[in-house]
């Protein structure tokens, strides 16, 4: 019995997808670069956000499942998920996807009514996703990319600071690299079968996606480097670098290493991590520390 329980509460718990909660870590970028990094109760409701986030994205996550659950049989890794697999069954999905979204919209309204519709706007964003918007080419990776841009100004929201433009195109831009980057994995590992398991992917070929990730990596480097060449401190051109290595090791893992399935597969690269923790703390230290030069133009 207490395996079986042991083994229930571990398939919900996988349902939930929390390797992807590290998504929404991007509520606390507002919180860093407008230097509120030392104001508690700004922590408190970032914290918060990021919480109401993670039940929010969970239960996305779910229904996607739900709907996704005939086709993931056909892929050699998601038909292990819990619904695919027996695991968890669909009346038991809904219902739990059910309460993480009323939990999620519970917590986004204690943290600001303005909040609370941001999280409505990710919800729509998702759903729509999930129902339609998955089925027309490139726009099922622009609207990928939209939900990562959403996550970033609701932490804006959060804590009451500004939206910086530079904030909106670089999260956007990153996204959308990351998005290009799965599909190439899932039309290399699938072959021929990649209709099967994804409709739209019968719109996309490998050198078709080549050429997407080669666009969305060129703009995102151009746009992070005016970012800090525009930045209030110059000396944020320092961490350039860290963001050119990042981009390029990644697109090395999905060309060579074939780990581009998930973004998060850069969490079990050694070099990728090392370079992610370089980033943040010269980031860190040069907001917080450095003496302010003012930007390079302008």
């Known amino acids: 019995m207490a395996n079986g329980s042991t083994g229930r509460f571990s398939a919900f718990l996988e349902l ?20 509120e990094l030392g104001e508690l109760d700004k922590i408190l409701l970032a914290s918060l956000g990021f919480l109401a986030f993670c039940a929010l994205s969970a239960g ?10 005939e086709r993931d049989r056909q892929h050699p890794n998601k038909r292990l998920r819990p619904i695919p697999s027996g695991r968890v069954s669909v009346a038991g999905a809904t219902v ?30 998702g759903f729509s996703y999930s129902l339609y918007l998955k089925n027309l080419v490139i726009v099922d ?24 433009p530079w904030l909106v195109i670089c999260v956007f831009l990153l996204a959308l690299f990351l998005a290009f980057g799965k599909r190439r994995h899932e039309l290399a590992l699938l072959g021929d079968r990649a209709e099967d398991h994804r409709e739209i992917l019968k719109y ?28 209030v401190n110059q000396y944020m051109m320092v961490t350039i670098p860290f963001a050119v290595y990042g981009v390029l090791r990644y697109t090395f893992l999905v060309h060579m290493a074939d780990k581009g399935g998930e973004p ?4 079990k690269d050694l070099p990728s991590l090392v370079n992610l923790v370089l ?10 520390y450095a003496p302010e030069e003012g930007p390079l133009i302008g």
């Open 204 to 231: 996309y070929t490998l050198h078709m996606v080549e050429d997407m990730m080669l666009v969305s990596t060129a703009t995102l480097i151009m746009a992070y480097a005016m970012y800090t060449f525009l930045a």
């Open 264 to 267: 998060e597969e850069i969490f």
């Open 96 to 125: 739990f996807g059910a309460i993480l979204l009323i939990v999620g919209l519970g917590a986004s309204f204690f943290v600001h009514w303005l909040f609370l519709l941001v999280a409505l706007a990710y919800l729509v964003e």
């Open 141 to 164: 990776a622009l609207t990928l990319s939209t939900g990562f841009v959403i996550r970033a100004y609701a932490g804006t929201v959060a804590v009451d600071v500004p939206v910086s």
């Open 16 to 35: 939930m997808r929390p390797k992807q909660w590290y998504k929404n870590l991007l509520l606390f970028v507002g919180l860093v670069f407008s230097k």
């Open 60 to 69: 996305v996550y779910t229904f996607n499942d739900i709907m996704d659950r």
């Open 279 to 288: 980033w943040v703390s010269a980031v860190v230290l040069i907001l917080y």
